[in-house]
């Protein structure tokens, strides 16, 4: 990890606080001090210790983290069943990872050098939060780089398994690190989502530190709904369902609004999301970026059909489900030739004020935990409950699910149709349940490639193998 971790702390500060002042006014909203100051000093005030976590939010909403075409909606969904690529000439860069044949080199290794940047900036975050004094806010501040760390070791621990783990700044240190068992990536998760839980408190904060009705920052909740999640793939079915109880059982806070006002701001579905900038064009809102590619200098019009939703996607859909006439588009190509995107977000032009929210987490997740860690501890009466919960918002009857088996497949069923396109729940919802060899030994020729067990995980940069001595490929690379 050499690359990531020489940084001279007073260039990253630098760094960060120009990220800050350049694209966060939403996430900000105050000025920052325009001279230079050491790093000691970059925590001794509240504008500039919400710059550093501010910094880390810009990169989620703009370098294809979570969102856009690069991000793991789009990039998950054409590597397994969701998406079907459209454009090969212009998204070229796309063929590997459509066909299942990604290499050291493909665009899926770019989450680990974004991700491990950003951890640097978290753990400089941490170290910088704990002595520091004359903070108003300093346990909103800690919390939220506490809640960051243990997102973003969730998601390199089911992009590529074992990974190393890095909790400090000590780049000597870190760049000799080998990887970590996967056990113990969770086992650092649960750390800091705790952490998090016991400093965040209940109400939304801004960047100077006041409640909000914004839920662009994260709080107690979203430590919460993603404890919940973490537990649910550790298969710890206990924690589980009593994380997200919590959060379902709140309903001052959390509801299922009605489907057309899910992605809403301040909609009480988000738990946590990336509100866009208020003069930015967010990647995601062009019809969620899955679709549709911005041609670079053309205006916003002009758009490439990159991708679109496969035909078993559409074809899981029930009759009568809301879920399609709400969230799902359709267009075509030619005259004869009809196909269907994914569409939860509607603007398709700058957000001032603005008006949509990118959910990371939401309720519907919630009951789908609840309703899976119930079935697993065979109370089947429960994960029904929580499973019909999802599909009478959709519009739709009762699961005729009977056993644990049945209410199982239903339940992942149901995620499918209620979580498509959204930050790769597809892919780790199929490996983690076991599904993945059988689905993608089917989907892969369909796209032309083919499946190996291996392909389950994803390779790491060859350099960081060539730098680190400690570090070894993901098997079958």
């Excluded at 969102?67 to 998406?83: A, F, I, N, R």
């Excluded at 990872?97 to 940047?117: D, L, Q």
Aim: charged content about 15%; hydrophobic content about 45%; proline content about 4%.
């Amino acid at each position: 990890m050499t690359n990531f971790f020489r940084y001279i702390r007073f260039s990253w500060l630098w760094l960060m606080l120009l990220a800050a002042i350049s694209g966060c006014r939403k996430y900000l909203e105050v000025p920052l001090p325009l001279n230079s100051m050491p790093v000691s000093s970059a925590f001794e005030n509240d504008i500039t210790a919400a710059a550093a976590l501010t910094s880390v939010y810009t990169v989620l909403a703009q370098q294809a983290i979570l969102d856009g075409t690069d991000g793991l909606g789009s990039v998950t969904g054409l590597y397994t069943d969701e998406l079907k690529l459209q454009n090969t000439l212009l998204s070229s860069d796309y063929v590997p990872i459509y066909s299942n044949g990604v290499s050291s080199s493909s665009r899926v290794v770019n989450y680990w050098t974004t991700i491990y940047k950003q951890l640097y900036s978290v753990n400089t975050a941490i170290e910088g939060l704990k002595p520091a004094t004359g903070l108003t806010y300093q346990r909103q501040w800690l919390g939220e780089a506490y809640f960051l760390r243990g997102l973003f070791y969730f998601y390199l621990a089911n992009i590529y398994g074992e990974v190393p783990l890095v909790v400090s700044t000590d780049y000597l240190a870190n760049n000799v690190l080998a990887r970590s068992p996967q056990a113990d990536v969770y086992a650092q998760v649960v750390s800091d989502l705790r952490q998090a839980q016991s400093l965040l408190d209940n109400n939304y904060h801004d960047a100077t530190g006041a409640v909000t009705t914004s839920r662009g920052r994260p709080n107690r909740a979203a430590a919460t709904a993603l404890l919940a999640r973490a537990y649910l793939y550790m298969k710890d079915w206990k924690n589980a369902a009593a994380q997200a109880d919590s959060l379902i059982g709140n309903a001052a806070d959390f509801q299922l609004p009605d489907l057309s006002k899910a992605f809403l701001v301040n909609s009480k579905e988000v738990i946590w999301g990336l509100i866009p900038f208020g003069n930015s064009y967010p990647s995601y809102a062009v019809k969620d970026a899955i679709t549709y590619y911005l041609v670079p200098g053309l205006p916003i019009t002009s758009l490439i059909v990159v991708s679109t939703m496969s035909d078993s996607l559409v074809a899981a859909f029930e009759q009568g489900d809301g879920r399609w006439s709400a969230w799902v588009g359709k267009d075509s190509l030619s005259p004869t030739e009809i196909y269907y995107y994914a569409y939860k977000y509607k603007v398709r032009d700058k957000q001032t004020p603005p008006q949509e929210t990118f959910a990371v987490l939401r309720l519907a997740e919630q009951y789908l935990v609840r309703a899976e860690a119930k079935a697993q501890q065979n109370d089947l009466t429960g994960a029904l409950a929580d499973l019909n919960a999802v599909r009478a918002r959709a519009g739709l009857g009762a699961s005729a699910a009977a056993t644990q088996s049945d209410i199982l497949a239903a339940i992942l069923r149901e995620r499918r149709v209620e979580l498509f396109t959204e930050t790769g729940h597809r892919f780790f919802d199929l490996r983690r349940m076991g599904k993945l060899d059988a689905v993608m030994n089917v989907a892969a020729p369909l796209k032309g490639g083919a499946w190996n067990s291996y392909m389950a995980w994803w390779p790491i940069p060859v350099r960081e193998i060539q730098n680190d001595p400690h570090l070894v490929q993901t098997p079958g690379y």
